[in-house]
């Protein structure tokens, strides 16, 4: 398989995409990509909308109907889960490769 032009991913983009398997608004993701980095990732507001106009210009989110009209809410595309796919298979490959050369160390 060859290695998608878009990747790396950087840590936020990655999080936001595995966040929005699930349909959110933006509160909704910010809380997410914290709790899906153990806290270790904070995204500013003005940030992730960045992040996010980005993701939609890429097509690899899409905006979804709500029943809060004040409120967008982003839903990952097949596109964005290729490319969330592909990033993780490459994360895993360095993951086995670190693994394998640590190991009796």
Do not use: C, F
């Amino acid at each position: 398989m060859m290695r998608h032009k878009s990747l790396p991913l950087t840590e936020t983009t990655y999080l936001i995409l595995l966040a929005l398997i699930e349909p959110g608004h933006g509160y909704v993701i910010m809380q997410k990509v914290e709790d899906l980095s153990n806290h270790e990732v904070k995204i500013a507001a003005g940030t992730m909308y960045g992040a996010l106009d980005n993701l939609l210009k890429q097509k690899w989110i899409t905006t979804v109907p709500s029943e809060d009209k004040r409120r967008k809410v982003y839903q990952i595309t097949e596109e964005g889960m290729e490319v969330l796919q592909a990033e993780t298979k490459r994360m895993e490959n360095i993951l086995e490769l670190a693994h394998s050369m640590m190991k009796g160390r």
